[in-house]
């Protein structure tokens, strides 16, 4: 593989990714490339901020909802009600975690022919959406925990990988 996942506590993971102004061959070339990284890890869900590239972009394939690249992603709409799931991530491995988002949220992005796209997503799809939109703004899964429980997790997290 040409790329290798971004693993915390490498600082890359903080900082924001910028929008992408040109969708040209060598995008979706990386497109191509993060799917591949994606299924290696069997991962749902990969931005490009996890293979140290700083873009606002990511890539899903949520079970049952089929493959997706998404470009400048913003989250127009969201829900009050919420729901749990338990959260994992490849930049994270070996530790989850229940996290609690809203349930359903309305997104708009550009697809990789450059053309605008609406997306109503609900259940795992919304909360995969809103883990990796995190992801480019330098956030991550464990963040969304209050303090003590995220300091656990990250105990967790340094034994798991011998850290
Ligand atoms: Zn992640």
Do not use: W
Not at 37 to 63: C, E, N
């Amino acid at each position: 593989m040409k790329y290798n996942v971004v693993k915390y506590p490498d600082e890359r993971l903080k900082l924001p990714s910028s929008s992408i102004d040109i969708i040209n061959d060598e995008l979706k070339e990386l497109i191509v490339d993060m799917f591949e990284v994606m299924y290696a890890t069997d991962g749902i869900g990969l931005s490009a901020v996890q293979i140290g590239i700083h873009k606002r972009l990511f890539v899903m394939d949520v079970p049952g909802k089929g493959k997706m690249a998404v470009i400048n992603p913003k989250i127009s709409e969201v829900s009050k009600e919420t729901s749990t799931y338990e959260e994992g991530c490849l930049s994270l491995p070996g530790i989850s975690a229940d996290i609690t988002r809203p349930k359903k949220v309305k997104l708009e992005y550009t697809d990789v022919e450059g053309k605008p796209a609406v997306l109503k997503a609900s259940g795992l799809l919304a909360t995969c959406i809103q883990h990796e939109y995190d992801h480019l703004d330098g956030k991550l899964f464990v963040d969304r925990l209050k303090a003590d429980e995220k300091l656990k997790k990250l105990m967790e997290y340094r034994k798991f990988n011998n850290l």
